[in-house]
């Protein structure tokens, strides 16, 4: 779908891409952004239109997070949910952690380099309430800033966002009674969403996919074993019933019983950043709900949905019916705007070469996406389109559909739209109903009925 303003910047209802081409043709709208791609009507204004409700679905992650944006349709039996857009968000959480050791190391040799002693200066420092790291603090910001864009280019009436990818509360106490949601059929399901996302959809046991698989006891019920999850695992039938009543050692998998204590890292990440994700949010100004992962899982499952992380943001809270369609995947890669350190180092520690102290060469910088028209008999001649990275030489690089061309003039570039710290590309196509290997992963699951067991949203 194609983003639509009106005259005077204000969000209307996405349309085709059929529709802006004639919109375009017509000169009744102009491109008011290249990538996304968004119009501007001359001869709209928002009273003139009329708007449906749309809302923005968001499923964090850890190295990538799943955005949506659906549109509401009542009915009788509930909502159905109609995909307008379906995106990924690629953080760049590494890279970050990677630039900030690498600022600490430079600058712990600077402080130390001329000098005997130094006193401690940490002592007096207090770090704010609500600290993150940076490179989880990039996580988060990423989610805001497309969630600012999206609402500036779309008519948005509310967010639902997966608060938690687990109950871990259910999972240590699964006798736990007196809450609605934990009475219903969807407690099975947050126990069977954490095994299937730690064992990373294989058998603990022959590794092996693609199977209908089994929860099993790393110490069994006959022998006293409980059901807290650290003592559950995946298990495909034929490596359950060859277990039977033996622990995990005793039946020759003594790693299983140390991975199945073993913290998720990925896990904590998303934890770490549920809150501070959901208070950034505030700022939209628009009303939050918050829900499960084992509910996304639930809803993906009975609506056939296959597994991909916008996907997964589109069946993120309560819905009678989901409608994905055709879309492609806009796959969205933060990419930052350059680094703050203008030294290369060794591996050593030591400075080998210096960076270009301006960013901007001949009015472009790196992550601009421009179009260069090459004449021949040169060697890159033809016409690429991408984005470039800059040098000082004036000799450029643009990353095409096609691949990396290398050595493009400054003076045969011309501009099409400003880096903003991310890349962009589209995927595969969705379509609903499709089978997927994670699919045919969950036959393990309890059998889907009406949901009314099913837990109601969080408003804040």
Not at 28 to 57: C, M, N, Y
Not at 295 to 319: P, Q, S, Y
Not at 383 to 410: E, M, P
Request: glycine letters at 8%; charged letters at 25%; proline letters at 5%.
């Amino acid at each position: 779908m194609v983003f639509v303003l009106d005259r005077h910047k204000k969000p209307l209802m996405p349309c085709t891409p059929k529709r802006a081409r004639l919109l375009l043709a017509a000169r009744r709208a102009v491109v008011h952004r290249v990538q996304p791609f968004v119009i501007r009507l001359r001869d709209r204004e928002r009273g003139d239109s009329t708007l449906q409700a749309i809302a923005l679905k968001v499923d964090p992650g850890s190295k990538t997070s799943g955005m949506a944006l659906a549109r509401l349709e009542q009915r009788a039996e509930g909502e159905v949910h109609h995909a307008l857009l379906l995106a990924e968000v690629q953080h760049r959480g590494e890279q970050v952690h990677h630039h900030k050791l690498t600022q600490a190391q430079a600058r712990r040799r600077r402080r130390s380099a001329n000098l005997r002693y130094r006193p401690s200066r940490f002592l007096n420092r207090r770090r704010k309430r609500g600290w993150l790291p940076p490179s989880l603090r990039s996580r988060v910001l990423n989610v805001l800033t497309w969630t600012v864009r999206l609402c500036r280019w779309c008519p948005i009436t509310r967010l639902d966002v997966e608060h938690v990818r687990f109950d871990t509360q259910l999972l240590q106490h699964p006798d736990i009674a007196g809450v609605g949601y934990q009475q219903g059929e969807l407690a099975g399901w947050e126990t069977r969403a954490y095994l299937l996302f730690k064992y990373e959809y294989r058998c603990a046991y022959c590794r092996q996919m693609n199977v209908p698989f089994e929860v099993d006891h790393i110490l069994p019920r006959s022998r006293g074993g409980s059901n807290r999850i650290s003592n559950l695992c995946l298990a495909c039938h034929a490596c359950n019933q060859a277990k039977g009543d033996r622990t995990a050692a005793e039946f020759g998998h003594a790693a299983v019983e140390a991975h199945a204590q073993r913290p998720l890292r990925d896990a904590a990440a998303v934890n770490a950043t549920r809150y501070q994700l959901v208070e950034a949010l505030r700022v939209c100004g628009l009303p939050i709900g918050t829900w499960t992962g084992g509910r996304t899982r639930w809803n993906r499952a009975r609506f056939g949905i296959e597994k991909t992380h916008a996907l997964d943001a589109l069946c993120v809270g309560a819905m009678a019916g989901v409608r994905p369609g055709k879309l492609k995947i806009l796959l969205i890669t933060a990419t930052g705007r350059g680094e703050h350190c203008r030294t290369l180092w060794t591996k050593q520690g030591f400075p080998r070469a210096y960076k270009m102290r301006q960013k901007v060469v001949a009015g472009f910088a790196t992550g601009d996406r421009v179009k260069a028209v090459v004449p021949p008999p040169r060697k890159t001649a033809g016409t690429h389109i991408g984005r470039v990275a800059v040098r000082q030489s004036r000799s450029f690089a643009i990353s095409t559909s096609q691949g990396l061309v290398d050595g493009i003039n400054a003076q045969y570039c011309r501009l099409v739209q400003r880096g903003d710290g991310y890349q962009y590309a589209m995927a595969y196509e969705s379509r609903q109903g499709a089978s997927s290997p994670a699919l045919n992963k969950e036959r393990l699951l309890p059998p889907l009925t009406q949901a009314e067991g099913s837990p109601q949203a969080e408003v804040l």
